[in-house]
């Protein structure tokens, strides 16, 4: 692969990549983060509990969100190293 400018067509496919990372990103951290909430409405959790199973929440979703931005675009980068 040619190691001086980017085409417009690479830059164009890593901007979608990049969203696409973000969106599911995103939407990975929200599902985890309601999963901890509705298991604390499911099963009646109060007080200092409920807050502390919210926060844990909050910090899983975070991280499975970063975990998939970043599998996402180191996948991206190595297929693009192949030449895919």
Known sequence: MDMGRESRWEKDAM?????????????????????????????????????????????AGAACGVWRVVRVLRRFDAQRRLGR
């Open 15 to 59: 901007s979608v990549e990049i969203v696409f990372a973000l969106v599911t990103g995103a939407l990975l951290a929200a599902a985890v983060f309601a999963l901890a909430v509705a298991f604390t409405l499911v099963f009646g959790v109060s007080g200092p509990a409920r807050e502390n199973l919210r926060d844990a929440g909050a910090v």
